[in-house]
């Protein structure tokens, strides 16, 4: 049976997995030599055999009871004893720091019996009780489940009856007092007794923390910084320490360097005559850490030792908790410290430049996260203005702009300067124009998965989704918030970090990051600031790092240009659908109809120069770069009119006695011969090709002569056609061909070489699980992991956020959404097989990823660890990409360990 | 490189993957020393590689130079030489038999030049100027392409010039014209000169020969037949010999033994002076084989002697080919012969009895789909009944009744005694009481894998699906085929093996292997006939042999009890979705609009009665056999009401001016809410209980009720209940552990011991791939292969067929469909890895299939292969399963080879 507690002693700070955080340090600190009261630790182990089985494991109460008969010994006091009680405090402790979510318990030991020995020894019978009261209280919340409200409220009144507000005018009497009106709250909110058998209430507390890890605060907690939920807590028991004893003791909490700047030099708090939960609680106002030089000069210069000594052994800013007791300093707590991104940048490279660390393990101590923070723009100032709700934060940022409820208008007031947040109830591929013009979205419907949520985050726009107390009246149109209306035109401020919604403008501040990476600020100039140098230098060194390619998901050549200047280095995505879009509907539309192969032929021919131009501005945005191109993806009915609008034609037209127009009528027999029950698996993709002739080649053919038209123009091309949704080698080798024969025909008809890669998505499991024939046959794959995930799971984006991802998330069926985060499990085991497979079948074949996917930081992490050549993402991601490329491949080299700190 | 030509001494019977059938049973009987014409094969490789490079394999001409040469040297004769000229065949030959599907060309050789050597030699003008006519116009047709009916019509005219209309009556002088002009029909259609040189004329018919395998009818033909697209054909060059030098010349076909009856005793036809094609175009009467004895009484004593000793050798009815050369006898070709599904069994039962062959070996010469063929209803006699149209032949039998156009008139009148025939654009679950009360399905959209084809073969009824010519004119309601209109009521007959549809009633006949399923027909009786005998005889067998599992999917007690009598050994699948269809929808409206605790309650407790009660009929039904229950599986909205419909209710009431009802204002909220772009990826199965509390355990505690009740009756009851797409172990623990809460409460409440196994369908690529984990929690996995296959390839079976699947057909991306046999290479692997994984995880694991391919032949294979332990399938396929496991562990444990005879 594995060993269920540690005592300090025997713990160190790598086994932060089974002792927690805040027990693996103390162990640590406590191996270091520093003065930390004596405790033990219950292992993450225990708790979650608890929290699987329901019951105590076995010999946990012998482990315990061994352990705190050591620390009885150690401390010359024993738990309970009426003439010199032991008190403990007992802590919860998980891997990574959860503040404030789950239990603490102090003074376990007190009881009618003890409080009068523990007066004794302090000498202060108001301390005792005051001590005594606090147990009663915590225990009562923590361990017994009362509202807390009942407790304060017995506070109140025997403040009211004495006739002061402040606690300190409370004395040991009033104390007692309250201690005998907590028990009698005990017994009618609980139905029981305080325990008053020391180790009774040790245990229950012991439970009770290992419960607190499922409660819900602490489940939304872990969701959100992406900690696994499985992990259980442990359990530090340590004997407690007074800060409360009178002026000569203490409690204070620092930093070892400033966690904004990062600069070196200490950085505190310190409040007298306390306890932790005090300066938590900020009843009382706290003195700088420098002032503790005055007051206790010992301890004080005890205290900058340890943290130095610190500092040297983490290599890194620590936080730190402590407290003195009658002149003896005695440290509670320490752990490598939070901060904030912009001092994660800073402090790195401090440390670098004081020789602390190298740039590696620099890279290792920033992330893709941080980065994402520090992008973003951001609301300057504290506003006054109206909040008039807060829907789902899809996509960060900060937006304020004129109220525009559609696409067209939003392109019109855009262009004449103005800048409009896109108001609506759910985006379809038809609004991208007016996504594009804006310089926010906010839906009243729909998840982080919508559309909009998608599109946003690809463009990096502030979007706020599923706002669903907003009503958009369409016959104003208008926004509708309550009592407030807003207008077209209207003004209002969004924030897609929090998901708020403002009524009016609040001022706006673009990082200055962003004219860094759209090389409009030099990191290397005068006045760049600490933190672009930081973001630079850690960039650079990433680049140098990283064996993953980092590319770009573009469709434009404005987008193409972006990501280039982000640091891309080519497009891995260029999808044709939205060249099929707005004016070009038309010519889909004849194509869909044409009734011979004349009519199918002028219409092909119709889109070509249309295609065709909009490649040669992408090859001439990324010159020198590769551009993979995807053939037509998406079924062909959306591209078609709408059904309800083309049926009305058609009615309006009989009831004012007329002949419907004809081509409304085939129109509608298209739209009812192309209507599909499941369109994500329907006609699509490489499918189109077989169904549709001429529609690839006609698209090959324009990225053929795109191609020659470039390099007439003095760029250098190198374009990729990529085929969609393929299933079998069968279909791709016919596609291929086809393709071939068009390329080699433009190049027979320009007298040019011309040389294009043909490859294929992967974004089916069949064509994963047959990748080693497919793999034979293409050039390359790319994993287009938003499909792959959709069928490996058989879900649906369009339709399962809102239908039962909430209820998945909160049963903890997945603690990070599959769309967000690739599931190893199942999608990254098919994306193994296919590389493995491929690569072996076509040892040149080149394996990269296009999906959402592959600007995820621990994604990333994932498809360096499977063997990628190149990750593909939005250009607005590119940076941190390239950034988690680099951490990987510093990890993976294994020249530091991941740093675990969250 | 890999020898590409074989001279018939060098091959052998078992080399049919590289030499086709023919030549290697030509090759087989060269070396049982039989009178075969010399001559050699040309490989499938060296087609295959033709076919893929589109460039004559290299070597090849050396290797067939070589041969030729042999073959020269062999007969004594050159080819093309003017004096003498050897003379060889050019045939198709496939590893399979195609009849008539490819291209054969005689009388290579020939030229102007060399006519007049074959007259000299053949001492016949006339004989050597028809046979230059045959090669001109075969080789023209089939190497030239030119349209057959241009030389046809240069045949009628010179019999029209003679005044003739018998072929006989042209002398060698026509025949000389009619060269003549055939050859000018060349120089005009094919622009080129008929090849004078012999070589040039074998080369040219080979790669006609190699090209013909892709020719539109072969491909049909090989997808009907399943026959793979890939394996090419062989080309057999045979020295010919001619049947039509005279009265002592001839050619036959005949069996070893009668394919009808399986009777010993020769069987054929014989026609002098002719040859082979001469008998297929049937100009002139054949004799009975047995006249042969008074026309060649040596020749026939050798036919008799060399049919014996195939019949020995081969062990089993054999069909052959000879020609007689001025009395010498030539064996041209044989091989196992084709026989009716009838003389199947009875040939192989009559083997065992002659102990030719062991009962093993019987049992392999007989097929799932030759029983298929047996089950059903078919027309008795030739009817002239009008032809109405043909459909898509989408499950087979023939079926004659009434017409109905809606399932509420089905079931009335049908009720009423009549036989009905359901008629409906496409079917939805929604009529499926019609389906059940009809004898037959008509549909005029859909294809073999719309949902009335797939509910109609469940059932094993007769439906013709996609009858796109005939219009239901709703108003009548009518049928109408083009002039004729049909009433309601009117009577049709419709044959689903065929896909006609016909006018009025047709006779039927039911096959007495029914009565026999049914056990209404005594195996062992002395009336019963030869054919039923060797069924049961077979079966029982295959029973005895096999280590697969037969069970059946049935929701009905009615379906359970015919499922038993088939001999399924339990339930694989019960659906409970019927249990929810009907007037059970005002239940289920209930409980989606619940808007509280009490009324979800409500809604649960009354249907709580009704799902007991049909739980209990088919526990009784299945006494002592396990029980597979499927939780709750579709989207909730198929159970609500129609759109449409509610929306209609609630325009009315307004425009009435009143207050729309309210129940239809929610019901209309709930289906906008429920409403799913990809209901097939949406809310469903085991998504369901997380969303709707109460529902799982609805269920589970009717099971169970319904369990205690049945044992009550006196029944041993074995129930399980099956968990539907998991893609997750957690989804799994979860929905198990709610199960098995109501199992032990419901066990208390009756104080009873309860035992249900809990597993789950593996349905989703993602279940299959974290089999490991799944499977240490599950009593057993189901696979679901429909949805499997959906999912992995990204298919949706409502939209993919009319769609593309001609068009993939078409172009061969598959032979096929996956949702019909089971795709090995990705589904298929899944599979394995799962089977692997999740047995390994736990040895106790059942593991199993109820998707549709658990009753398809080949598929049943591959389950056995992999190691499943049973397969379920529709009650109507059970027998068909149990003959195809019994052959397949046959087979497996390598008693006999597979009878590659097709």
């Known amino acids: 049976m594995a060993k269920l507690v540690y005592d300090f002693t025997e713990g160190n700070k790598d086994l932060k997995d089974l002792l927690g955080g805040k027990g693996a340090n103390l162990a640590e600190m406590t191996n270091l030599g520093l003065p930390v009261p004596p405790g033990f630790i219950i292992t993450t182990e225990a708790c979650r055999q608890y929290l699987r089985e ?196 203490g409690t204070g909490v620092a930093f070892t360097r400033d966690p904004g700047s990062g600069q070196q030099g200490v950085y505190g708090d310190y409040l007298q005559n306390a306890q932790g939960e005090d300066v938590v609680a900020g009843i009382r106002n706290t003195v700088p850490l420098q002032d503790l030089e005055q ?92 909040r008039l709700t807060t829907g789902i934060n899809a996509s960060p940022g900060a937006a304020v702009g004129a109220v525009v409820f559609d696409s067209a208008t939003a392109v019109r007031r855009a262009e004449s300067g103005e800048a409009v947040i896109l108001v609506r109830h759910e985006t379809t591929p038809d609004d991208l124009a007016g996504i594009v013009a804006a310089v926010g979205v906010l839906t009243t419907r729909g998840g982080k998965t919508a559309h909009a949520a998608v599109v946003a985050r690809g463009m990096g726009k502030p979007c706020v989704c599923g706002a669903e107390e907003l009503v958009i009246d369409e016959d104003g149109p208008r926004l509708i918030a309550g009592a407030t209306v807003i207008e077209e035109g209207g003004q209002i401020s969004i924030d897609g970090t929090s998901g708020a919604v403002f009524e009016g403008r609040i001022p706006l501040q673009q990082p200055p990051i962003v004219d860094y990476f759209n090389g409009v600020l030099d990191p290397d100039g005068p006045d760049t600031s600490d933190l ?80 065709r131009g909009d490649f040669i501005g992408v090859f001439e945005a990324m010159d020198g770069l590769p551009v993979t191109i995807r053939l037509l993806d998406p079924p062909l009915h959306e591209f078609l009119s709408d059904d309800a609008e083309v049926t009305a034609r058609i009615s ?51 990225v053929a002569e795109a191609a020659i038209e470039a390099r007439r123009r003095g760029h250098v091309v190198r374009p990729e056609i990529m085929v969609p949704l393929v299933a079998t080698v069968t279909e791709f080798e016919i596609t291929r061909r086809e393709l071939a024969a068009v390329i080699a ?87 193994r097989i296919a590389v493995d497979e491929g ?13 959402e996917h592959g600007g995820d930081p621990d994604s990333i992490h994932f498809f360096d660890e499977v063997g990628l050549d190149y990750v593909s993402c939005s250009p607005f991601r590119v940076p941190v990409a390239r950034l988690e490329a680099g951490r990987s491949a510093v990890q993976r080299a294994g020249i530091v360990r991941a740093n675990e700190t969250r």
Chains 1, 2 share one sequence.
């Not at 102090?106 to 202060?124: F, M, P």
């Open 54 to 249: 329901g019951a105590v494991p076995a010999g946990l109460a012998d482990e315990v009871s061994e352990h705190l008969r050591q620390l009885e010994k150690k401390m010359g006091r024993q738990l309970g004893d009426p003439a010199d009680p032991l008190l403990v405090s007992v802590r919860s402790g998980a891997k990574f720091s959860m503040p404030g979510m789950m239990e603490t318990v102090l003074n376990i030991g007190l009881s009618d019996e003890s409080v009068g020995g523990l007066a004794k020894q302090s000498g202060s019978e108001r301390f005792a009780w005051d001590s005594y009261r606090r147990l009663i209280q915590m225990f009562g919340k923590t361990v017994l489940g009362i509202d807390g409200e009942a407790f304060e409220h017995a506070i109140e009144e025997a403040k009211r009856a004495k006739g002061t507000k402040n606690d300190l005018d409370l004395d040991a009497g009033d104390l007692h007092g309250i201690v005998e009106t907590f028990k009698e709250l005990v017994q009618v909110h609980a139905g029981r007794e305080f325990p008053q058998d020391p180790r009774e209430q040790m245990d229950l507390a012991v439970l009770a923390v290992f419960r607190s890890w499922n409660a819900d605060r602490a489940i939304l907690y872990r969701r959100q910084e992406r900690i696994p939920a499985d992990l259980g807590t442990a359990v530090n028991i340590v004997a407690m320490v007074f800060g409360n004893l009178g002026m000569d003791s």
């Open 295 to 386: 007051i206790d000069a010992a301890s004080y210069a005890q205290l900058m030792d340890i943290m130095q000594t610190l500092e040297n052994h983490y290599r890194d800013l620590c936080d730190i908790e402590f407290t003195i007791e009658r002149g003896k300093l005695w440290m509670l707590q320490t752990r490598v410290g939070k901060r904030t991104p912009a001092a994660a940048f800073r402090i790195a490279c401090q440390l670098v430049d004081e020789g602390v660390i190298d740039l590696d393990e620099a890279l290792s101590r920033v992330s893709g996260h941080d980065l994402t923070q520090l992008m973003f723009p951001q609301f300057s100032v504290d506003s006054d203005a109206a």
């Open 532 to 611: 672009i140098r930081a973001v630079h230098r850690l960039l650079q060194h990433a680049d140098e790092r990283r064996r993953l390619g980092v590319l770009a998901n573009a469709d434009t050549p404005e987008d193409a240009a972006r990501a280039r200047r982000y640091g891309a280095q080519g497009i891995g995505l260029c999808r044709t659908e939205h060249m099929f879009l707005g004016e070009r509907r038309a010519l889909v539309e004849r194509l869909v109809l044409a009734d011979t192969v004349p009519e199918r032929t002028a219409a092909l021919a119709a889109l070509l120069p249309l295609q």
């Open 652 to 702: 309006a037209a009989k009831a004012a006695g007329l002949a419907p127009d004809d081509r409304d009528v085939k129109l509608l027999a298209a739209l009812d011969r192309l209507h599909e029950v499941n369109p994500m698996m329907g006609l699509r993709g490489v499918r189109l090709g077989f169904v549709v002739p001429g529609l690839f080649a006609l698209q090959t053919r324009a």
């Open 745 to 831: 025909q433009v190049a027979k008809e320009s007298g040019a070489d011309l040389a294009i890669r043909i490859g294929t998505m992967i974004e089916l499991p069949r064509a994963a699980l047959t990748a080693g024939s497919i793999g034979a046959s293409a050039d390359f794959f790319s994993f287009g992991t938003n499909d792959l995930t959709q069928t490996t799971w058989g879900l649906s984006r369009d339709d399962v956020e809102g239908a039962f991802f909430p209820a998945y998330f909160k049963a903890r069926v997945f603690d990070a959404s599959p769309f967000e985060t690739i599931d190893r499990a199942g999608v990254g085991r098919l994306i």
């Open 839 to 851: 690569t072996r079948a076509n040892p040149l074949l080149t394996v990269g990823v296009c999906g």
